[in-house]
């Protein structure tokens, strides 16, 4: 009995399994079980860019301007003074130069301006432009501006600027050692002087300048540098009392005691001291040989003075009237 209602019920189950489902889908208009549908995928369409290509660019390379390098080296008589080149500042003048590096494959310098405060400008041009690792010089001479009160009296001198290539060569004027250059010469009486540039090494330069009344007279020797070397002699100068200065052909070498180098050949020796006579010999130089020559100075009596002033001036020496400054600005007196 109970296996017959055992298996009763499994019927009834599986009856129920078939029948349910099938009265709660008679009111749909699909069937059960339901077929898989298709699969809806939404997808977003975004627009595709394409890389951009770029084309490559090529640059050319411009050389620069001004490869190679020299140098315009501006000499002036003023320290201080402005100088530009074609309008442009470079710098200022030093120690009487101003060394410029310029290229030698730019645009030539056309003009080269000099200025300071209290001077009239100079103006001009280099005579070429350098080559490499070259030197062109250019010499400007700035004059000052003349403005005279009329209660000063008028300027009755003028001045001499040297300035040798190279620097540091003595000077000369009429044979007076006056310093090396640059250096300016002032008070000068107008006329004519005869200046000279020496410097070891390098051939002497002479030439006569012409001064003029309240300017400035340039001397811009350029000194060559001297051919084979020659051999010399010497000679062994000693004077009483000592420090008396010597002059060799016309040149200053130094004060006693002091030793005078000299090519072979004649030379005119010269010792100048204060308060004492100049005294003058001939000595025979000879090449490789050295000789000596003693001096004793003797006490001057008498003397030679060159007054400058202004034309017309009375000259007085111990309240007795001497003379009057002549035309020239100078006067003379001798024996005294």
Known sequence: MTKKLLVLVLVLA???VVLVPLAAGAGTSGTYPLEPGPVIIETTTEPTLLPTVTEPITTETIPPIGGDKGWIDVYCNVDGASVYFDGVSEGTISGGILSVAVSTTSSPISTITVSMAGYASWSGSPSRMPTQGEHVAVYATLNPLTT???????????AIYAQSSPAGAAIYLNGNFYGYSPLTIPSLAPGTYSVKATLTGYTPDDTLVNVYVGQT???YPVLQQSPQPRQTGTVYVTSSPNHAAVYADGGYYGTTPLTVTLYP???QIVLKLSGYNDYSTTVWITAGQSQSLPVTMSTATLGTVVITSVPGAAVFIDSNAVGTINSAGSITLSGV
């Open 217 to 219: 007279a340039p001397y």
């Open 265 to 267: 050949g004649s030379h």
């Open 14 to 16: 599986l009856w129920l």
């Open 148 to 158: 005279v009160p009329t209660t000063v009296p008028p300027v009755m001198t003028g």
